[in-house]
């Protein structure tokens, strides 16, 4: 019986959908049997996102209304055994679905799956209530700044209503050099106002961009710091317990930048 | 001194410490935004306890979230007319 856990945020634009198709991608890498709703009815991106827009023949909407069966919506990903698409529809909106939908779809998929993620849409209206009525748990997205933490703690109280647990937040484009400089929130000032557990801090990462181009999931190529952080979130979400990455080491480009600024103060 | 903390960052001196305080005052306000439904039922049930103990002015009752800079606290203003003597029958309802 799959978990179901949704990625939700408050403020949009933040990386919930570039967090569920590299979380998902490395769940698959530990063989483990994964599908990606696409939750955000109306605003389909995570087929783009784990590059299968070509793939997509029906949407889960079609499952619903009984256009077409289960099997037939699933995209299956062939670069990597075990992990499976279930896409949005484009041209729906919000409403097409309600919760009590959302659970039985969510019911039906359970048993062929060991985890079944919600890649859900911004805002605390019906869209994310829809999105999130099936799921167990959640994982909070959020940036290191003041508009995102707040979204992120109105989410949360509602997600506790819910009775989603556990909770879990992920930080997501911490830049180590701007903490250093004392010029972003750190991982430990977020975690001070919001209280709630934490399952990774996803640094700044100029591949999610090439991944998306490319549209391949960093987690499946590895090769970058965002790829490790998605790889560690992914393996606590397994239980394993993996020690938070050395952000600082990758601020020591921090120093030079400072030492560059420092000297070009002086020349004022 | 001054320069030493500019190269190596003292962690302190640039918007983050800002952000930190201004975050964690609009978290207390947003946490504590109660609307009014909630504050009329909460009225009535502190009047219902109250009532058992003493007789009260209902009329004159104040209850209301008071927000300053740093902390929200709860001010209710009873006018009390008489207390009620001997054991309150707690139990009763
Ligand atoms: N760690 C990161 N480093 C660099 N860019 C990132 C990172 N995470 C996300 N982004 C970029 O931020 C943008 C938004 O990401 P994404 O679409 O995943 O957010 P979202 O929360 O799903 O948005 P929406 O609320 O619209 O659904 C994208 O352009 C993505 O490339
Ligand atoms: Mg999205």
């Not at chain 1, 784990?50 to 079609?62: A, S």
């Not at chain 2, 009752?61 to 003597?85: F, S």
Request: aromatic content about 4%; charged content about 30%; proline content about 4%.
């Amino acid at each position: 019986m799959a978990r179901v856990i949704v990625t939700t945020s408050g403020k949009g634009g933040v990386g919930k959908t570039t967090s569920t198709a590299n979380i998902a991608a490395a769940l698959a890498r530990f063989g483990k049997k994964v599908v990606a709703v696409d939750a955000d009815v109306g605003l389909r991106n995570l087929d783009v996102i784990m590059g299968l827009e070509n793939r997509v023949v029906y949407n889960f909407i079609d499952v619903i209304e009984k256009v077409c069966k289960l099997n037939q919506a699933l995209v299956k990903d062939k670069r990597v055994p075990g992990l499976y698409l279930l896409p949005a529809a484009q041209t729906r909106t919000k409403d097409a679905v309600t919760p009590e939908q959302m659970i039985a779809l969510c019911e039906e998929l359970k048993p062929e799956f060991d985890f079944i993620l919600l890649d859900c849409p911004a805002g605390i209206e019906g869209g994310f209530k829809n999105a999130a009525a099936g799921a167990d748990e959640a994982l909070v997205v959020t940036t290191p700044e003041i508009p995102s933490v707040r979204d992120a703690d109105r989410i949360i109280g509602m997600l506790e209503s819910m009775g989603k647990s556990p909770i879990r937040l992920i930080i997501n484009r911490l830049r180590p050099n701007m903490v250093q400089d004392g010029d972003m929130l750190a991982k430990d000032d977020i975690l001070d106002v919001l209280s709630i557990d934490l399952i990774g801090v996803v640094p700044e990462d100029e591949n999610v961009i090439r991944s998306t181009n490319n549209g391949e999931p960093m987690t499946m190529s590895l090769d970058s710091p965002a790829a490790q952080a998605y790889l560690n979130i992914a393996e606590r979400l397994l239980g394993r317990d993996v020690p938070l990455m050395d952000l600082e080491s990758y601020a020591t480009r921090g120093f030079l930048s400072r030492l560059k600024k420092f000297f070009k103060g002086k020349k004022k | 001194m001054d320069f030493l903390k500019r190269l190596f960052g003292s962690g302190n001196e640039g918007s983050r410490g800002k952000a930190k305080d201004r975050l964690k005052i609009v978290l207390i306000h947003d946490r504590t935004d109660i609307s009014p439904q909630l504050l009329d039922s909460l009225r009535s049930e502190i009047i219902g306890v109250l009532t058992k103990y003493m007789d009260i002015d209902t009329q004159k009752i104040e209850i209301d979230l008071d927000h300053d800079e740093h902390e929200v606290a709860l001010v209710a203003n009873v006018p009390v007319l008489r207390i009620k003597r001997g054991k309150v029958d707690v139990d009763k309802e």
